[in-house]
Every structure is written in structure tokens, then in C-alpha cells.
């Protein structure tokens, strides 16, 4: 500790002179950190190095520029400088950012920007943490970069006057590029200018004298009509949920909501699920007179369930055969209406088609070319129309009901009867269904 007050020659010579220009201004009543101000602040302090950089501990002196941007939280620029010493002269340099011989003497210069949040801003005490960057110089240089210091500390201002104030703080710097930690204790006089005020609190003014008025009798008032208010939410539902209803009533002594409620408080919220469609009634009654509010909530049918998807061979066969005609892979023998076994898969399909889908129902139709007379081919048309309508009822149990049959004979032929591709053409078997 003797060490250390040997070598505070400047803090004994700066102390006298800031409690001095302290002591001398006049006090004031009212005292706090004034947004907008801008404060000036000298300031000499005791700095400890950390152990490995081999200086020995000295004090610190320097300035700091601040503006209060609001009156909690401000900014400030600083500067300061040290002069220090080696303190272990024989120690050899054997690391970065340690000092030795033949370095006697160091200089350091520091240069801060930092952030104050200050605690108690409206009063005379102000405790206050602060945060920020800067840089510093080492004379001789510790290495050759910049060096990059981060500091941050706590500390408290005091005022004095109202535009003075004592201030102390403590603050670790930490110079990033050398992880070395610089702790420096400070005592400095704070010098505010400008800003403006926390607003005092406004002071009423003292009633005024109540003139003694004659007495008058009172005039009856007549009760007050009630009120009813009445609302619901939500006002359509789906069949099986609920809704929220609330009402509210002024000037009234019971109220009775309808239907199926009976009498309530004169203002509450229940929960309904109706049934159906309801219109709900409030009235509510008193001295005054009745009011009635109605409300009216819609309740709707749940939407039907989304059809499963068809199987890949359900599709097939609506693509095939659903509102459009479709041609029968069929041939028969010449004048015979007899459905011979090689046919049966290309009969299946039609049939698998009216079991995937029961709802459908349409026509077999038998054609034929222009070989026979036109009477012949009528008959023989019906015939193959009405054998390949049995095979697929009875095979597969299908109400014959479903499917009717026609003969056209030789009528609308799709290719010509001069040829005989043509005539092959014309000798067909056609299923035209519709789809429900």
C-alpha cells in the first residue's frame, strides 16, 4: 500500500482543485441528469495493471464528453493517459506484451466511446453502468497492431449543484489483440450544460370557497328505463357445436333469456349448443319500465365426408365406360348371337364396372353390316344385344334392370359396307353407360 500512495502525486494535487470547484458553486434544490445536457468531466484515478505486463501501478488522469440522450441513457467519449514503469528490471522478456530492460518507462494513452445507463436519473444520487470500445497506445508498442480495447465498469454520480456533480467509478479494460485486463479506479467533478428537466408534478390549485346556496328541495327523478343487450358468438355453427352468448343490462332487477334458460343475473355469458336454428330473447325488467334484445344463431349440417379415392381399376373402367360409348372387343360366327369363351375377359370389364360403380345403368346395342336384308339384320341385332346383357347379369349379379338393350341392325354403320374391313367395323357390340 505504500507503493501505491508514494506515487499518487497527482491525485493529491487534482483532488483539492475539484472539490474546490465543487464547493464553490451554489447548491440547488433540484439535481438529476437532464436529457439533451452535455456533460464535461475531469477526472484522476489509480490504474492496476495486470501482473504479467511487469509495470508497476499508476495514476491514471483524464476527460471524459458526454451526451444524455434521454435522461437514463447517454453517450460519452474519453480519453486518458498513464505513466508507468518497469517493474521488475531483471526479468526477462519472454512472452507477447510483457515490458523489460532495457524499457524503463511506458506511456499509455487510451481513447474510450462508451454507453452510461444510469439508474436513478431524476435523483441527486446516480448509480450508473457503462460499456464500450476504444482504443490504446503502448510507448514503446507492445506489438505492431492496433490495439482494440473493450471496457466496461460501474459507478455513481452525486450532485452537488444543479449543474455539478462528484463522480467515481471503477473500470476493467480489456485490450483484445493481447487478452490483458487494465483495472482503473477514478475520482472526477461532472460539469453539466443544457438539457431539459423531468417535469415536476403538477400542483393543484387550491379549491376555490363554496358559496352557502339556499336550500332547495330535491326534484323527484323518475327511475331509469333498463337496458338489454344480447349477442352471440359465433352466429352460425355446425350441427353438435357450440357458441357463446352474453348479455348485459343496465337500470333493470332481473332479466330472462328464452328459450330453455329461464331467469339469469342481469349480465353473463353461457354456453350453448343448439340443435337447430334458434332465436334467443333477453328482457330484462325494472322500476323503469322492460327492455328486450334477440339474438339469432343458424346451425348448419356438418359437410359430407370427401369421397374415398377409386382404385387404380375403378378408374380405368369410369374412363372406359363412364358418358361416353364404348366399342365391345366381340365377334360372332355368321347369323349366330352365341358369346364364344375367348370373349368372357373383354365381358369381365364391363362387368367389374357395374360393380365399382352401382349407381350406373345404360344400354347394350347390337350392329351389324348390309350383307342380309334390312328385317334380318334388325333381329339379329337384338339378339346379340340381349345375349351379351344376360351373360354379364347372371355372371356377375347384375339387376337386369340396369342395363336395357337395342338392335340397329344395319342403321348406323362407321365405316363402309363396300369393303370388307368395312362391314368388321360395322359388326359391333356398343355399351353406353352414365355415372351417378
Known amino acids: 500500500m505504500g507503493k501505491i500512495f508514494s506515487k499518487s502525486s497527482i491525485m493529491k494535487k487534482m483532488a483539492p482543485v475539484l472539490l474546490a470547484s465543487v464547493f464553490l458553486l451554489?447548491?440547488?434544490?433540484?439535481?438529476?441528469?437532464?436529457?439533451?445536457?452535455?456533460?464535461?468531466?475531469?477526472?484522476?484515478?489509480?490504474?492496476?495493471?495486470?501482473?504479467r505486463q511487469n509495470l508497476e501501478n499508476q495514476p491514471v488522469i483524464g476527460g471524459r464528453l458526454g451526451y444524455n440522450i434521454t435522461n437514463t441513457l447517454g453517450i460519452e467519449g474519453g480519453w486518458n493517459f498513464i505513466k508507468s514503469y518497469v517493474e521488475d528490471k531483471s526479468l526477462p522478456r519472454t512472452r507477447q506484451g510483457q515490458f523489460a530492460s532495457p524499457t524503463s518507462s511506458v506511456f499509455i494513452t487510451q481513447y474510450n466511446l462508451d454507453l452510461l445507463y444510469h439508474f436513478m436519473p431524476e435523483s441527486r444520487f446516480n448509480p450508473y453502468i457503462t460499456a464500450g470500445?476504444?482504443?490504446v497506445h503502448y510507448t514503446p508498442k507492445i506489438n505492431n497492431k492496433n490495439l482494440s480495447v473493450l471496457d466496461f465498469g460501474v459507478g455513481a454520480k452525486y450532485w452537488v449543484a444543479e449543474n455539478v456533480a462528484l463522480r467515481a467509478?471503477?473500470?476493467?479494460?480489456?485490450i483484445f489483440d493481447e487478452h490483458i485486463h487494465n483495472v482503473a479506479t477514478t475520482l472526477g467533478v461532472v460539469f453539466a450544460f443544457g438539457g431539459t428537466s423531468a417535469a415536476p408534478a403538477p400542483v393543484e390549485p387550491a379549491p376555490a370557497p363554496v358559496p352557502v346556496a339556499e336550500v332547495v328541495e330535491p326534484v323527484p327523478v323518475p327511475p331509469a328505463t333498463p337496458t338489454a343487450a344480447l349477442s352471440i358468438d359465433p352466429a352460425t355453427v355446425t350441427k353438435g357445436q357450440s357458441a357463446i352468448i352474453t348479455w348485459k343490462s343496465q337500470y333493470a332487477s332481473g332479466c330472462e333469456l328464452q328459450p330453455g334458460i329461464g331467469p339469469v343475473p342481469t349480465e353473463g355469458v353461457r354456453t350453448i349448443t343448439p340443435v337447430s336454428s334458434t332465436s334467443y330473447n333477453l328482457e330484462c325488467s325494472g322500476a323503469g319500465g322492460s327492455a328486450t334484445s334477440t339474438v339469432r344463431v343458424t346451425v348448419v349440417l356438418p359437410p359430407p365426408p370427401a369421397p374415398a379415392p377409386l382404385p387404380p381399376a375403378a378408374a380405368a373402367a369410369a374412363k372406359r365406360f363412364c358418358s361416353k360409348p364404348a366399342v365391345l372387343a366381340i365377334n360372332f360366327d355368321t347369323d349366330k348371337s352365341d358369346i364364344k369363351p375367348r370373349y368372357h375377359d373383354e365381358l369381365k370389364t364391363v362387368g367389374d364396372f357395374l360393380v365399382y360403380f352401382p349407381?350406373?345403368?345404360?344400354e347394350i346395342s347390337g350392329h351389324t353390316d348390309s350383307t342380309a336384308s334390312h328385317a334380318h339384320?334388325?333381329?339379329?341385332?337384338?339378339?346379340?344385344?340381349?345375349s351379351v346383357e344376360k351373360y354379364i347379369s347372371k355372371t356377375f349379379n347384375i339387376n337386369p334392370g340396369r342395363i336395357t338393350t337395342k338392335g340397329y341392325g344395319e342403321t348406323k354403320p362407321v365405316a363402309s359396307n363396300k369393303t370388307k374391313a368395312g362391314r368388321a367395323q360395322n359388326r359391333r357390340i356398343v355399351a353406353n353407360f352414365t355415372c351417378e
Do not use: C, H, T
Request: charged share 30%.
Open 359 to 362: 349407381n350406373a345403368k345404360g
Open 377 to 386: 339384320n334388325q333381329k339379329l341385332s337384338e339378339r346379340r344385344a340381349e
Open 133 to 135: 470500445y476504444g482504443i
Open 26 to 51: 451554489p447548491l440547488s434544490a433540484r439535481a438529476e441528469i437532464k436529457a439533451g445536457s452535455v456533460e464535461v468531466s475531469p477526472f484522476a484515478g489509480y490504474n492496476f495493471f495486470e501482473e
Open 169 to 174: 467509478d471503477v473500470r476493467d479494460s480489456m
